[in-house]
């Protein structure tokens, strides 16, 4: 007998996420499909604004990666009006890309990932000093380990559980016998979790230095909004400008990063993969993999010099690296077959993002309601296609990207990682490659971090204090019309915004985000995307708690605000938890 279980919110995401699983008898998944099940349409909001606004409104796309739509969104503009940004901006710039990777993967990993592997309730009934003992084996270096900590996490843990509130931990599968963790390696990721939340606070002070304030820092187009000064610190000559003292602060952050990375967070995933090795066969979804790039050393103009290449695998074959190419009309382009908008092309043809169409045409069943019709539209995602095909973005994108160009620190983390635990190369297509991918990509960020911070320090003192090209701010500089796209690695993986400028005002604007090309519904031809695809094959021990769902959709951290471009206009929930 056939079943359908629904989970409606997946919650522990950003954004509203509905996944439909057509189970057999023996409860193996035969057919997902993913829906998102809110829009409001920013790029509607943006026609007719000035351009060199237009990062501020696309922003609001999404308050988890607080910055990449913004970042997408001045490239996409320096991008049409040929502007070149200085240096110190892509310094800059880069720096605060990387510590959004840093910043959202750590949370990602122990605050809406960590609890499908890690069962809070059993951390209840570990012993402190053998906790201890264990830290101290998984993380030499972190000093927050000695029984007293850990008796004492214990015991906050245990006054959450007696007074019946245990807050954010109220809601898991707890007891399920997928949590595979003895109880000391729970309660060491309890501790962890909230030592997490702590230094997220502190780290994201990064942005607001350069930028003003976190989240959704200040952008500017033709380069960054902060001005540097050389006066010494604590002259007062500064004013409102980055001085020294300020800059000293980013260095310190940037250390507490990567301290927590090495000493905390890596130690972390390579214990817990330990005890989930059968996840290395499950979740791989559709094999192929895409990036666009970033972290360039010379200028977006020259993609040699990024740390993230761009390309694009096909099938799981490493050998070779297809070009991706934002501007051709035959690559990239959206379909909405299976999703609630129209086209004026007809709803089967797809459309590159220049030419793209966001018109909204809800068919869709009246809510509240038991089942979508997954064989008509399903979803206000778009289904983004490379040549027709559906790609994998993000963290293992990326780190297959960098393994297979010989990026030599990633193939030291990859191989470390996989001889640790004892698996092939084939076990990164897989819901636990998905994960540690993004915890190396993590490390490999921090790391570089340093190096940009020490550039910028060293163009300074050698009297470079350059942070914007105005040469083309005014709109009397401009074409009547123009072009162009801004993309950059998200954490979510590849995101692009494309802008046609028409009059000195955006004519069309289109974003096609990362978690729409992971999370979006079936094509035209039929071809699942990524999630639908990867959650095919699960067998699910109790449809009632179907924490295998779970892990492998929020192996992608999902973020269905930045997929649909959304919030709720009305802040109205529109369904309910509903598994049958
Ligand atoms: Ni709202 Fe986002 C990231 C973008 S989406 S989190 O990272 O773009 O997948
Ligand atoms: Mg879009």
């Known amino acids: ?31 997902a499909s993913s829906a998102g ?15 060199r606004d237009a ?58 990932h960590a609890l499908d592997w890690v069962d809070v309730i059993s951390a209840l009934k570990a012993n402190p000093k053998a906790t201890s003992e264990l830290a101290q084996t998984v993380s030499p270096s972190y000093p927050k380990s000695s029984p007293g900590y850990f008796a004492d996490v214990q015991n906050r ?40 939340l702590a230094w997220q606070r502190d780290v994201a002070k990064l942005h607001a230095i350069f930028g003003g304030k976190n989240p959704h820092p200040n952008f500017l187009v033709g380069g960054v909004p902060c001005a540097i000064s050389v006066h010494p610190q604590g002259s007062g000559e500064a004013g409102t400008s980055l001085d020294m003292g300020g800059l000293e602060k980013v260095q310190n952050i940037i250390r507490q990063m990567r301290d927590f990375v090495d000493q905390v967070y890596v130690p972390d995933t390579l214990a817990i993969a330990g005890f989930y090795k059968d996840w290395s066969k499950l979740g791989e979804g559709v094999g192929n993999f895409m990036t666009y790039g970033d972290f360039p050393a010379k200028g977006m103009s020259d993609p040699s010099s990024y740390l993230i290449p761009s390309g694009v695998i096909l099938n799981r074959d490493l050998t070779t690296i297809h070009p991706v190419d934002l501007d051709a009309e035959n690559q990239i382009q959206e379909f909405v077959a299976h999703s609630w908008y129209d086209y004026s092309v007809g709803k089967e043809k797809g459309l590159h993002p220049y030419q793209g169409e966001t018109e909204l045409n809800y068919t869709g069943p009246k809510p509240p309601y038991a089942n979508l019709d997954t064989n008509a539209s399903y979803s206000w995602l778009k289904s983004p296609r490379w040549q027709g095909k559906a790609m994998e973005v ?47 990509e993590t490390k490999v960020f921090a790391d570089s971090m340093q190096g940009w ?68 519904p079936r094509d035209a031809a039929g071809q699942e995307g990524p999630y639908e695809a990867a959650l095919r094959g699960h067998q699910l021990y109790d ?38």
């Open 1 to 31: 007998m056939t079943q359908t279980i629904v989970v409606d919110p997946i919650t522990r995401i950003e954004g509203h996420l509905r996944i439909e699983a057509e189970t057999d008898a023996d409860n193996r998944i035969i057919r």
């Open 543 to 580: 449809p009632k708690q179907p924490i295998e769902i779970l892990r492998t959709i929020h192996s992608f951290d999902p973020c269905i605000a930045c997929a649909v471009h959304v919030t709720d206009p009305n802040g109205v929930e529109l369904i309910k938890v509903k598994i049958k």
């Open 157 to 196: 843990l245990k006054t959450f559980v007696e007074g019946g509130q245990l807050g954010i931990f109220a809601n898991g599968y707890w007891g399920h016998p997928a949590y595979k963790l003895p109880p000391e390696a729970n309660l060491m990721a309890v501790a962890h979790y909230l030592d997490a």
């Open 37 to 51: 099940t809110m829009v409001r349409g920013i790029e509607i909001i943006l026609r007719g604004r000035d351009p």
């Open 453 to 520: 911070y020490d550039q910028l320090i060293a163009n300074i003192k050698a009297g470079d204090v350059k942070t914007h090209n105005d040469k083309l701010w005014e709109p009397a500089s401009w074409p009547s019309l123009a072009k162009g796209v801004g993309f950059t690695e998200a954490p979510r993986g590849a995101l692009a915004h494309w802008a046609v400028i028409k009059d000195q005002k955006i004519d069309n604007y289109q974003a096609v985000v990362p978690s729409t090309w992971n999370a979006g």
């Open 55 to 112: 990062w501020a409104f696309a922003q609001r796309i999404c308050g988890v990666c607080t910055l990449v739509h913004g970042i997408a969104s001045v490239r996409a503009v320096e991008d049409a009006l040929k502007i070149d940004v200085p240096p110190n901006a892509q310094l800059i710039r880069n720096l605060m890309i990387a510590a959004q990777f840093v910043h959202d993967h750590v949370m990602h990993f122990y605050h809406l």
């Open 394 to 440: 993000g963290p293992l994108a990326r780190v297959l990207m960098l393994y297979a160009k010989g990026h030599e620190q990633t193939r030291e983390l990859v191989d470390m990682t996989l001889k640790k635990l004892d698996l092939p190369v084939a076990a990164l297509y897989s819901t636990l490659g998905r994960t540690a991918a993004r915890t190396l």
